[in-house]
């Protein structure tokens, strides 16, 4: 066989094999390929999916927490200012003061306040109601100074309107008479 035969038949032979392989790419290949491609998608579309809804629950996480904070923050403002008047914490948040700081209670009296309106006309503002105590204690000026501090930094709103000390002692020792008067409010209804 003539080297020029042998030529022609291998670029012959070279051009069959290649338009088999383009043929076997055209028949197998190519639809596979596009299904690999359907596939990528129908992942990333899956993908983009888990994670809106991934974000979707961490924003309901959030909103949890921040629900129980409000939970938490009306627990505080009812110990503030409580729905109802609760003469009985009242007097039982100034018996455990005063005995604290080494003050004798020797009576109270009890006056309600007129009920104000809420300045805002909101459903969750409510109007506000009031007591007036007039308290009598016994104890040293120490005593009574600490007894203002602690009144001043307890829970429930209480003003102090009117104070009146006086000497409860005769041999020059440090024993005072208070007389206070005291406001604490509520929510009324």
Avoid at 43 to 69: C, G, H, T, W, Y
Avoid at 123 to 149: E, H, P, T, W
Avoid at 151 to 168: F, G, H, P, Q, T
């Amino acid at each position: 066989m003539k080297p020029s035969v042998k030529r022609a038949l291998s670029l012959v032979l070279s051009a069959g094999l290649l338009v088999s392989a383009l043929a076997v790419y055209a028949t197998l290949i190519t639809g596979e390929y596009a299904m690999v491609q359907d596939l990528r998608g129908k992942l990333d579309a899956k993908n983009q999916l888990l994670d809106l809804e991934a974000r979707a629950v961490e924003q309901v996480n959030n909103l949890i927490v921040n629900l129980k904070s409000v939970d938490n923050i009306r627990g505080t403002l009812f110990e503030i200012l409580p729905e109802t008047e609760s003469f009985s914490s009242v007097m039982s948040q100034i018996n455990a003061l005063s005995q604290v700081n080494g003050l004798t209670l020797q009576g109270v009296g009890v006056s309600y306040l007129p009920i104000t309106p809420s300045p805002a006309k909101r459903s969750f503002a409510k109007n506000i109601g009031g007591m007036r105590l007039d308290l009598k204690f016994f104890g040293s000026y120490s005593a009574g100074k600490d007894f203002l501090a602690s009144l001043e930094r307890n829970r429930r709103i209480m003003d102090v309107k009117n104070m009146k000390m006086e000497s409860a002692s005769k041999t020059g020792q440090d024993l005072l008479s208070y007389s206070l008067t005291v406001d604490t409010y509520y929510q009324a209804k």
